[in-house]
């Protein structure tokens, strides 16, 4: 398994100004292949050569393959305002390994739950009391920020919920965007910085032996046994804290399931439907991260095109998890799917693909999972109707809101449990 591999989040906000890209979104490079009449797309964007490649097939060869760099794919005033500086995802080599070991540690199967019944319990507790119209993305990141911070160990007033979620939420919508988007991600990282950075150093002043994560990254080292700077630490916190911040996006796509295929309420909270499985299927379905990229270090040759060194090689995540030759039907929201085509590391990978343990798959990945099933059956219960139109497919990633209408009080759900 290369660990060279560049798995970032998103090219979008790079390609903004490209008039197709603007016109057709997630669909982008879709198009463009029906255009060709070609599986792999070679071309040159922003001053770059790339090569775009989507399925099952070639997201193992993107995974798979050695002569890539991760830390050169996209410049870190790009990538900056989400992921901050220095940190695992623009790691190469034994340095990320190293590093990825330390989230690995930290992101056990305990770990999960906690997050997972902690963001359960908190939702069922704010949705008993939600009447009218109600954006779910803004009464549930603040929720998922406040799980996330009691189980990091980072102490979050009640009063900051709001505004330090919607700093979250602001870093994941300004990625990449030459607009407003990226200004006030921009202001959003440099506040989320100053609030992090003096708790991982209060952290070392205090509990230089602790064990919540905050304290075990506050204290990690690198290969040399060098501590890590407390701005960098600070950056590893914070890469805890916005992915499941970030979820909000996910549970989005949940409550809009459940609306527009209405008998899936009832299957859900019945079993007939696993949690898991519709968990599975929003991430496939819902437009979130759109393409993942690596630079090229040696010349590579993939379905009889080469590959030139200094070449972008971009996955197309939404083409691959909407890819025909592997998903019957791919347009159409059914959960059950997997009883029929089972997940590889390859075929299905909106969070990245391979190994989350020795790769650059998302390690958070099963956290995003357990937090989507344990809302399914409570989502499911909400008596709620979305509000306006459907999401559409062009703003990547999509407008962080979902206003519903919420007729009465949460219905009683079963408890509905991940059931791989």
């Known amino acids: 398994m290369s660990d060279r591999i560049s798995t970032l989040t998103a090219l979008p906000g790079a390609l903004a100004h490209v008039a197709g890209l603007r016109r057709d979104g997630y669909l982008f490079w879709e198009n463009l292949r029906r255009r060709r009449d070609t599986s792999v797309i070679s071309t040159r964007l922003l001053h770059e050569e790339i090569t775009v490649v989507r399925g099952a097939d ?15 794919a996209l410049p870190t005033g790009l990538v900056g305002p989400l992921f901050g500086e220095g940190p695992v995802h623009m790691l190469d080599g034994s340095a990320h390994a190293h590093r990825k070991q330390m989230f690995n540690d930290i992101l056990g199967a305990a770990a999960v739950a906690e997050v997972a019944d902690g963001a359960a319990r908190r939702w069922s507790e704010e949705a008993a009391r939600w009447r009218g119209e109600v954006d779910l993305v803004a009464r549930t990141a603040p929720l998922l920020l406040e799980a996330a911070c009691s189980w990091v160990g980072v102490q979050l007033p009640y009063d900051d919920r709001e505004r330090r979620a919607r700093d979250m939420l602001d870093m994941v919508d300004g990625f990449g965007a030459f607009t407003v988007r990226q200004a006030r991600a921009r202001r959003a990282r440099r506040r989320t910085d100053a609030w992090i950075t003096a708790l991982v150093e209060e952290a070392r002043r205090s509990h230089p032996g602790g064990q ?87 010349d590579l040759r993939w379905d009889d095109v080469t590959i030139p060194a200094g070449t972008l090689l971009v996955l197309d995540v939404w083409g691959t998890n909407h890819d025909p030759r592997t998903w019957r039907d791919p347009e159409v ?25 020795e790769g650059h798959r998302c390690p958070g990945e099963d956290v995003t999972l357990a937090i989507l099933a344990a809302l399914a059956g409570p989502v499911a219960a909400l ?16 407008q962080p809101a979902c206003r519903v209408q919420v007729t009465a009080g949460t219905a009683p759900a079963r408890d509905v449990t991940p059931d791989r």
């Open 58 to 72: 070639a997201a193992e060869f993107f995974y798979e393959t050695d002569a890539t760099r991760r830390s050169s």
């Open 383 to 398: 008596p709620a109707t979305v509000l306006g139109p459907p999401l559409g497919v062009r703003r990547m990633p999509p």
């Open 333 to 357: 929201f059914d959960p059950t799917r997997f009883r029929i085509t089972p997940v590889t590391p390859y075929n299905l990978v909106p969070q990245g693909g391979g190994s989350r343990y």
């Open 212 to 298: 919540t994560p905050l304290e075990v990254i506050a204290r990690h080292t690198d290969e040399d046994g060098v501590l890590l700077p407390a701005h960098t630490a600070a950056v590893e916190v914070i890469n805890l804290l916005r992915p499941i911040v970030a979820v909000s996006w996910l549970v989005d796509g949940l409550v809009r399931a459940v609306d527009t295929v209405p008998a899936l309420r009832a299957e859900i909270l019945s079993g007939e439907v696993t949690a898991f499985e519709m968990a599975q299927e929003v991430r496939r379905t819902y437009p979130f991260v759109p393409f993942l990229a690596t630079r090229v270090v040696e």
